[in-house]
């Protein structure tokens, strides 16, 4: 096996350190970014708030001179939810950017290798949002926008065998989602009525999914988008 090198934003908890988890113990390296850091990580972790963006900059170019990298996870979000009456102009823009102009920075830090070398992995943390959900007009926005970076990404980036591809997870038991929907509450109970595995996904579940498309398994795979979310993209099951 040859152990490679994977950058990870949003790498400090949920389905970021998932991933770190999973690619440490298959042998492989990761570095992971994050505003704030874990208590420990399986790889190199650097605290960067990603909202900044000449800060970021720095990080990136700091990290591609002193790793090759093989691949990134474009894996940092934020959500801003609100009804379309609510939405703000600044909230549209701290959606848009921490989502997209991170995913473009990291992959640009990733290029110069992954190019050299013929041999790349893109994932980019899509979410099951981009198929329609309520009062999500912003975050929906910019995770359909991800996929479309996916598509034309690995288009432009096939000849050098440099593939992309996208994660969509439904409802997840990230730290996030339990502080927002704690077990027994009526809204979580809400999205595992919504999911017709009638339960929400554990962050390795689409962690491992996310290493499918970093390993060389997925070598005839590319910019694809993959619904992780129990059934919930195709519609309701039967009682």
Same mark, same amino acid.
């Given at each position: ?78 959500? !801003? ?24 920075? !990291? ?30 007009? !912003? ?23 440099i593939l992309v591809n996208a994660v969509c997870p439904g409802p997840t038991d990230t730290h996030l989602f339990r502080t927002a929907n704690p077990p027994g509450s009526e809204s979580r109970q809400r ?49």
């Amino acid at each position: 096996m040859t152990k490679r090198t994977f950058l990870i934003t949003g790498a400090s908890k949920g389905i970021g350190y998932a991933t770190a988890e999973i690619l440490a113990e298959r042998g492989h390296f990761p570095i992971g970014i994050a505003r704030t850091g874990p208590e420990s990580f399986p790889g190199e972790f650097i605290e960067q708030d990603l909202a900044d963006r000449e800060g970021t900059q720095r990080v990136l170019s700091d990290v591609a001179s002193r790793y090759k990298l093989d691949g990134v996870v474009n894996n940092v979000g934020i959500v !801003c939810p609100a009804p379309i009456e609510d939405v703000t102009l600044a909230d549209l823009d701290t959606v848009m950017d921490l989502n997209l102009r991170t995913a473009i920075q !990291c992959t640009q830090a990733a290029l110069p290798n992954m190019r050299a070398q013929k041999w790349g992995r893109i994932v980019n943390t899509s979410s099951l949002t981009a198929a329609g959900v309520p009062f999500r007009t !912003c975050y929906a926005a910019a995770k359909t926008a991800l996929i479309s970076f996916t598509k034309s990404w690995a288009l432009e980036l096939a000849k050098d065998n440099i593939l992309v591809n996208a994660v969509c997870p439904g409802p997840t038991d990230t730290h996030l989602f339990r502080t927002a929907n704690p077990p027994g509450s009526e809204s979580r109970q809400r999205y595992v009525n919504g999911v017709p595995l009638k339960r929400v996904a554990d962050p390795r579940e689409t962690g491992e999914v996310i290493y499918f498309f970093l390993s060389d398994a997925s070598s005839f795979v590319t910019g694809q988008a993959l619904y992780v979310d129990g059934g919930s993209s195709v519609g309701q099951a039967g009682a």
